[in-house]
């Protein structure tokens, strides 16, 4: 299947769509979405089969909108999140940020 930006409409491949995941939060179970094409950054959460797209309030993430996506499994590591769907893997990184 083929995943839209919200923004521009455009529909990536998952390995495209994927690799453009950064950031994993692991407090608020969310990672970063920027699109390759129109550059839109989103905040979205890795869900069994499914995504959700949403923003950070009072220090919760709220899902408002929910996109099916059949098979999407993920596993939440420490400093990473692991996603898989169908024979694609993609580990999403936590962002380490330095005390100064
Ligand atoms: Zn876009």
Known sequence: MLI??????SRFVPDEYFRACSD??????????TCPRCGNRDDLRVLPGELGFGYPYRGRFAVYV????????RKRGDL??????????????TRIRQCV
């Open 80 to 93: 990473r999140l692991d996603i898989s769907l169908d024979a694609g893997r993609w580990r999403v990184p």
């Open 24 to 33: 994993y939060n692991r407090g608020l179970d969310l990672v970063s979405w």
């Open 4 to 9: 839209p930006c919200l923004a521009c409409e």
């Open 66 to 73: 929910r996109l099916r996506v059949p098979g999407l499994s």
